[in-house]
C-alpha cells in the first residue's frame, strides 16, 4: 500500500548514508554524531527515540483517562496498544524515524565535509551583488534593522529563529504518531528526507557562507541574541575543523540553499493540507513568514538562499504526496488520500 512510500525513504537514506560514508573515507575524516551524548552512546540513540515516541503517546493519555487511578491504567494501556499501534503504525514510526535519523546525520557530517571537497570556492559577493540590486543598492539586513530596530525586536525574531530546532523532531513525531490518516505520516516523513536530502545538494552546487560570516561589519549593531550566540559558535566549530585541526569538531557553516525556509514552509504546507485547525495554519503560516525576516535581518542567508528555500519545500511536499499517495487538487492545497485510515485525533479527513 505504502510501497513508494517504502523506497523512497529507505532509498534516500541509503544514498545520503553512503555519500557520507564514501566523502569522510575519501578525505580521511570521521564521522561524527552532531547530537553529541544527549541521547546516550550512538548505538542507544534509535531504540531510544522510538520507544520515546511510543511512551510520548501512552503516558499522557494513560494518566489523564485514568484520573490518576492506577488500577485503571492497564486496561487503557492495552485498549491504546490494540487499536492504535498497530503493525502499520509501528511501521510507520519506526521507519520514518530510522530513515530521518540516518538522512539527518549524513546531511549534518556532508556539511561538515564541505570545506574539505569544494576548499575555499564561495560565491558569497555574487549572491550579495543580487541582493543589493534588488533592494535599489541598499543592504536588506540593515533596511530591516532601521524598519525592525535592534531591541526588541532583534530578540523576539531570534527566539523565533531558533524555535526552529524543537519544531523539526516535534513535528516528525506528531504526523508519525498522530497522524490520523496513516498516508499523511509517511508524505510528511518523506518530504522531510527530500528536503534535507536538496539542502545538502544546494550547499555543494552553490557553496556560500553567508552575509553574516561573510559581511560581519553590517550586523555589528545588532546585540547578543541567542541567535546571535549560535552564530558564534558555528563560526567557532568552522575555525577548528579549517585551522584548529580538532577532531570530532562539526563545521555547520552553510548559506545556500535556506532550510529554515524550506522546513518551515514544508510544516505550513502540511498543515494546511492535513490539520482542520484555523488557528494552527495561522500560527504556522506566520511562524514561516517571521523566519524568513529572521534569515535575512541577523544574516544567516541572502534573499537568493530564501528562493532556494522555499522552492526545496515545494518540491519536496509535492513529490512526498505523490509518493504517499496523494491526489492534489488543482485549486488549493488540500489533498485527497488515496490510501486507508485509521483512527487518531489530529487530521482533517
Not at 251 to 272: E, P, R
Amino acid at each position: 500500500m505504502y510501497r513508494r512510500a517504502y523506497a523512497l525513504l529507505v532509498g534516500i537514506a541509503f544514498v545520503m548514508g553512503a555519500l557520507a560514508i564514501f566523502v569522510a573515507t575519501w578525505k580521511h575524516r570521521t564521522l561524527n554524531d552532531p547530537e553529541g551524548s544527549f541521547l546516550g552512546p550512538s548505538w542507544a540513540r534509535l531504540p531510544i527515540l522510538l520507544a520515546g515516541a511510543v511512551l510520548l503517546d501512552l503516558l499522557p493519555r494513560t494518566l489523564w483517562f485514568a484520573r490518576l487511578n492506577p488500577k485503571a491504567m492497564p486496561a487503557i494501556v492495552r485498549h491504546r496498544l490494540r487499536t492504535h499501534w498497530t503493525r502499520e503504525r509501528m511501521t510507520l514510526v519506526a521507519l520514518g524515524i530510522v530513515c530521518f535519523y540516518i538522512v539527518y546525520v549524513s546531511y549534518r557530517n556532508l556539511k561538515s565535509f564541505l570545506p574539505a571537497v569544494m576548499g575555499e570556492t564561495k560565491y558569497d559577493r555574487e549572491l550579495h551583488l543580487i541582493d543589493r540590486a534588488l533592494m535599489f543598492g541598499h543592504e536588506p539586513a540593515l533596511l530591516l534593522h532601521d524598519v525592525l530596530g535592534t531591541g526588541f525586536m532583534a530578540y523576539f525574531l531570534s527566539y523565533v529563529y531558533l524555535w526552529f530546532l524543537p519544531l523539526v523532531p516535534i513535528a516528525l513525531t506528531a504526523w508519525l504518531v498522530w497522524s490520523r490518516n496513516m498516508s499523511y505520516g509517511y508524505w510528511f516523513a518523506t518530504s522531510q528526507c527530500i528536503a534535507w536530502t536538496l539542502g545538502t545538494a544546494s550547499y555543494y552546487a552553490l557553496p556560500t557562507l553567508g552575509p553574516g560570516f561573510r559581511y560581519v561589519a553590517l550586523y555589528a549593531d545588532l546585540p547578543q541574541t541567542p541567535a546571535r550566540s549560535l552564530m558564534d559558535s558555528l563560526a567557532n566549530g568552522r575555525h577548528q575543523i579549517l585551522w584548529g585541526g580538532v577532531d570530532g569538531a562539526v563545521q555547520s557553516v552553510a548559506g545556500f540553499a535556506s532550510l529554515h525556509c524550506a522546513i518551515t514552509l514544508l510544516v505550513a504546507l502540511m498543515i494546511q493540507a492535513t490539520v482542520r485547525s484555523t488557528l494552527l495554519r495561522a500560527v504556522f503560516w506566520i511562524n514561516f513568514a517571521v523566519t524568513v525576516v529572521a534569515t535575512i535581518y541577523f544574516g544567516w542567508h541572502y534573499i537568493a538562499d530564501d528562493v532556494a528555500g522555499v522552492m526545496i519545500a515545494f518540491i519536496s511536499f509535492y513529490i512526498g504526496g505523490l509518493a504517499s499517495g496523494q491526489k492534489f487538487e488543482r485549486r488549493s492545497l488540500a489533498s485527497h488520500p488515496t490510501t486507508t485510515t485509521s483512527a487518531v485525533p489530529v487530521d482533517r479527513d
